[in-house]
């Protein structure tokens, strides 16, 4: 091709001269006319070759001289290079073989008031069996007979065929009890507030919280995908401050606070902390900034108030201004599972948007018919009373008297913390520490456990502590033992 | 390259030896000229030991329109009555925020619920009847009624005995209140009583636990395992524990809820593959590897492939042969579900893998639940002693959750030694191969009524296509009136033109009992249009 542009060059270069020649003497028409003629003079080859040439410019402009993408996109021998080249990193991180978590202290026969640990007969600090009724012979008479009608489990989720007659019983008795238009049970405490919380708060909600909130209500915050807003624990005015942020962006965007629902989600009284949530306060700010509460009442259910109702009763809040009271079943009850309280126009919305609701099945017959003996236990017996003195009774048998050893909690709690007043300066150290007290005390008898948390996975993490639990049958020598063993422990051990 | 990714142009084909009745269809012309309609056919038939019948017939298209046209008629409807609701012209059922609050944000948007209002409420007697009787082949139900069209519910006082129970998944059938499993739990009530009041890492961990788990690692082939209170909570709370962020989820796109929350709260990327679609999940991993994350393009830190053993609303078991194979080369690692599986498949009951023929340390995870099979509750996890133990420290349930109540561990216990024959009688085996006979006794016999039935030949759930939601609902009341409790099951558990009635056979059914579901065909649900099964993906072996 180069040829051709060769060989047609010269014709090209006479007509471009006449072109030239033209411009130079312009205005005169006859230099358009020759050019006219020189074209029609050409000969057919020439012609040709100028047309071949023409198009030929053409292409090499339009066309590009490398391809992009062929370089960028890898080939398939590449791509199974790079899969053979992959490595992937362990399921599982190796343990270190003195992981605290490790090896569970085993239990032999049932952890009611007598627990025997790796063998060793103790006296239970460490359950959470507030109201004793873990062995409660009522109760076991109550699970057995419903066992012998409707065997164990129940085969279904509660819409297929996992309701049982039991269940509503023990719904529409748990809502006498807490004096609220409905209840709603889960078959697993943990999941009870981790479902309800994302039952209501969606993606673009706001939820304030409590920096001391449980791991299962961190869990629910988690899976709501709305925005979290932690508050200083128990602080109301730190609370307000952000509820008074909210409040400008709202004022700023009404169209927007139009759909944007708000939660505060607090513990009545705190599992991790052991101290009891301001409501009347909260319930305040709820009206003022029109806020809905959720209620986490796990420790303090069956403990609180005159008839055990937990919270609300201790301080005579209006159960109605709580939107949703949520706890297990596992603590004072003493069986397994949980349950959801309040309005019907909120509490129904779960069954069909509660996922541990709807998607588990249900909760064992007898285990729900052991909780329906509690509450009757409960009901017949408030004697809250004297559980309330007896936990305020370990409490200041324990409050300052232990050398090295601070009480975290409310005097009245009956899940208390025991922590070290000087920390060695590494968690692992301090939670050694701890955990030969506990060792010097299962040796004397006497059940106590550290809290365990998830280090990695936890908001806020609490420090490190030993859980003293109250029950109502320890007696007073008991309690004197624990509490003399303890301080021997931490004057032993904390030098 | 691995064979896989030629296997895609591969047809079923047949040529085997030992072909039975059904078999002998698939050589004949009538089934290879069928162009496979199921995304499903490209496969690896090598792997497999047994043909992998499953099938899962074209929606008819003439239904499909009928049943768009259904949903239409029932919106309009649904905006007509919201608006008398509205001005009060028809009586308002649902209860309402309370005065206090009137002004607060609504807790629900109106759109949100207009489903429930206007389609659910209309049927919703299918759901939740109260069962007061063991949840066994039969079943006692408390009868109710609506003086408002399921509004509200009245307990008449009557009881309707022995209903046929096709709906619980009771498939060994050991639901029961009598036998060695409930005299064994009786025992267990009075040595432990119910609760437990602790966690496994506090003061929960009971000599009865640790029994449960090292019998659980025995039954599953694998060096370790940990028990759960809830099947559900085993799948939200360990996923978690096991990938976070820089991890790749790979999940099948019918996982049950319980399998999305965990990849949810685990952080991790997810990526959704088509049902048991194996050319779809070996695009998402070869994709993964080659790209890394996304943005950064960093190479992912681990894969996770989650999928379940036989899927509950399809009946459709997993085609584990090829997923480990894929497994194993792109070194991801795998979490199989066997909440319907385990107990239920295989020549010993111990699952898909057993049902395959596998080896169970192929699997990484082996999680399952006791719910079903073995009539108590609660979950676990299976696999190596490196993963158990690490899950003891780090699983959210271990750490934060009350651990199982005595009496359910017994029963698994109990149950699971019967199965294993090591109560020292066949009474395991019996109620396994009853529950293989009856399901595929069952199965046949609903196909040979002409109804269009869903997934594998070997799964003891078994849907039964009806297609327009108000067919759920007059399916399920004729069903109850002739004494058989089924399950309909609807939008948004389906898609939204498939809805079903399911079936859970069960080994304590008898022949009687599954001789008395006659489906008549007086509200047309007999969609099947050629004789005999269409549209099969079949993987045959050599």
Redesign the interface.
Known sequence: YTIIIYLSYPIYLSIMRGVLSSIMASGQQWVLVEMVQAFYEAPAYHLILEGILILWIIRLLFSKTYKLHETYK?T?NE??D??EE????P?????SKD?P??S?????????HK?I?NGKECI?F????FLG????ER??QK??SS??????????P????????V??ELESRLANFMQT?EAIIY?????TIASAIPA?SKRGDIIFVDEAA???IQ?GL??SRSFIKYFKHNDMKDLERLLKEQDLEDQKNPRK??????FIVVEGLFINTADICPLPELVKLK?KY?V?IFLEESMSFGVLGEHGRGVTEHFGVNI?DIDLISA?M??A????GGFCCG????I??Q??SG??Y????S??P??AA?AIEALNIMEEDPGNRSFFNDCLNVALCLCDRIPGLRLEGEPFAPALHLQLEKSSGSREADMKLLRSIIDYCLNRNV?L??????EK?ERFLPTPSI?VVVTVQQTEEEIQKAVSCIVEAASVLLQ | MLPFTKLSQLEPRAGVTNLSETESYFKSTEFLSLKPLNPNVPHNPSLYKKPFVESFEETPLMVAVLTYMGYGILTIFGYLRDFLRQWNIEKRHIARERDEQKDFVPLYQDFENFYNRNLYIRIRDNWNRPVCSVPGPKMDLIERSTPNYNWTFEYTGRVLKDVLNLGSYNYLGFAENKGPCADAAIEATQAYGVGVGSTRCEMGNLDIHEELEQLVARFLGVESSMAFGMGFATNSMNIPALTGKGCLILSDELNHASLVLGARLSSSTIRVFKHNNMQSLEKLLRDAIVHGQPRTHRPWKKILIVVEGIYSMEGSIVRLPEIIALKKHYKAYLYLDEAHSIGALGPNGKGVVDYFGLDPKDVDIMMGTFTKSFGAAGGYIGGKKELIDYLRCHSHSAVYATSMSPPVAQQIITSMKIIMGEDGTTLGADRLRQLHENTTYFRRKLHDMGLIIYGNEDSPVIPMMLYMPAKIGAFGRQMLKKNIGIVGVGFPATPIIESRARFCVSAAHTREMLNTVNISDSWQSKYVRRLKYINETLTYYK
């Open positions: 890898l398939e791509k199974e790079l899969i992959w490595q992937p990193e399921l599982v991180p190796t343990l992981h978590s490790l569970y202290d085993i239990v032999t026969g049932s952890p009611s627990i640990i239970n460490a359950s959470f069996n009724l873990l062995d409660n109760v076991k699970a057995l066992l012998k009608k409707y065997g164990v489990g129940t085969c279904g509660r819409g297929f065929y996992g309701t049982f007659d269940h509503l238009e078959s697993y405490g943990f999941a209501y449980c791991f299962s869990k988690q899976a606070a139009r759909v944007t629902r708000k009206y029109k809905r109605d297990n596992e603590n009850v003493a069986t397994v309005r019907s126009f909120v129904d919305h069954r069909l996922q541990g709807c998607f588990s099945a909760l064992p007898m285990l052991a059940a456990t550290l809290a365990r948390y998830l996975e859980r």
